[in-house]
């Protein structure tokens, strides 16, 4: 009896400090959120670092042109991207206009098909407009962390310095003196493939969406193009918070023939980048179930903002990694396991009980 009532005081002091630790990062989430953006930025141009020196350019050298690189295509970007978006923000309030009549018009044809809805009703409860602006706002949010450009870019610039050093300074720190701790070594591996493949079918996707719109002829395509290219790290959902603004926008512009083509569009660009290309190089992936991407998408969301929703899968990885190498809780992470992935944590399970 003593035994249980020990067990549940330490799972309540655990879930305790649970809370009290993400309170803690709610509330600094202004410092935290540029600091796992610059992790996660270092971890996606280490291997651009590693291929450099292979032939023979010197790690210095490789991490100035790396972050040139990373400045003037940023620097570009946000020019265009900005002029768009303050264009597009000058025309909203003409868009909203003719996507309420637009709108009006389709409730027009349903009074055809003797479908009776309450035109006043309708708009008032489904603002036509909201879509639009949320895909704004969302790019206006993840601007106001990258107002931190400079900080996060010099973090960059240290982490890639050290990037060689941090995994055995972490094997020296947990007490791994032969260096084959394999969880952190997994670990380390399957993020940064991750954040490489994940980010090469982003831009993929994103260009086929600009060329797709520039050719359909569609206001501010470079807009929609880089919303495609940031919400394809959004899993299950990113890709249709990015075709909802072009889709009516299009809509609005040139009519429904136009609309239906931009968003076949964005289904057959997503779903040969992300059913066909990201598979095939990515393989069995991270080892998580579909319900805990989505859940950790709302979780992560909530917690760090738009940022947060981008990197939800590798900060959901970090936690699963981090469950599996305690006998104590790797039945939980067995919980956010896929199906692929569950006899390597039995077998592992297994290891350990025998060991």
């Known amino acids: 009896m003593q035994i249980k009532s020990q067990r549940s005081v330490k799972i309540l002091l655990i879930m305790a400090s649970i809370v009290i630790i993400l309170a803690g990062v709610k ?15 270092a971890m996606a141009c280490s291997p651009i670092i590693t291929w450099a020196n292979r032939y023979k350019l010197p790690r210095a050298v490789a ?50 098909f003797n479908i009776n809805v309450d035109k006043e009703a309708l708009i008032s409860y489904l603002d036509p407009g909201a879509a639009m602006n949320m895909a704004t706002n969302l790019l206006t949010s993840l601007g106001g962390v990258l107002t931190n450009f400079l900080l996060i870019l010099l973090i960059v610039v240290f982490m890639l310095f050290e990037a060689e050093s941090v995994p055995k300074k972490i094997h020296i720190a947990l007490d791994d003196p032969s260096m084959k701790m394999q969880q952190i070594d997994k670990f380390l591996l399957s993020v940064k493939n991750y954040l490489v493949i994940k980010t090469l079918v982003s831009l993929g996707t994103g260009l086929i969406i600009g060329i797709w719109l520039y050719v359909l002829d569609i206001d501010h395509f470079l807009l929609w193009a880089v919303l495609a290219f940031l919400f394809n790290y959004i899993p299950n959902i990113g890709s249709f918070i990015a075709a909802v603004p072009a889709v009516l ?61 981008l990197l939800s899968v590798p900060l959901t990885m970090i936690v699963k990694i981090a469950l599996e190498s305690s006998p104590d ?26 060991g």
């Open 27 to 41: 509330a600094a989430s202004a410092i935290v959120v540029p600091f796992l953006l610059s992790v996660f930025i």
């Open 63 to 112: 991490v100035i042109l790396v972050i040139l690189i990373i400045v003037v295509f940023g620097l570009i970007l946000a020019g265009l991207v900005g002029q768009s978006m303050n264009e597009f923000s000058q025309n909203m309030p003409k868009y909203r206009e003719q996507l309420v009549e637009e709108f009006s018009w389709v409730i027009g044809q349903l009074d055809n």
């Open 249 to 309: 926008l299009a809509f609005v512009q040139l009519g429904p023939a136009a609309a239906g083509f931009t968003a076949l569009g964005f289904v057959v660009s997503n779903t040969i980048m992300g059913n066909v290309v990201e598979p095939r190089y990515m393989g069995r992936g991270l080892g998580l179930s579909t319900l805990v991407v989505f859940l950790s998408l709302i979780f992560w969301g909530w917690l760090l903002g738009t940022v947060g929703m």
């Open 329 to 354: 809780t790797r039945w939980v992470a067995l919980l956010l396991a896929s199906e692929d992935d569950e006899p390597e944590i039995e077998e592992t399970q297994v290891e350990n009980a025998e």
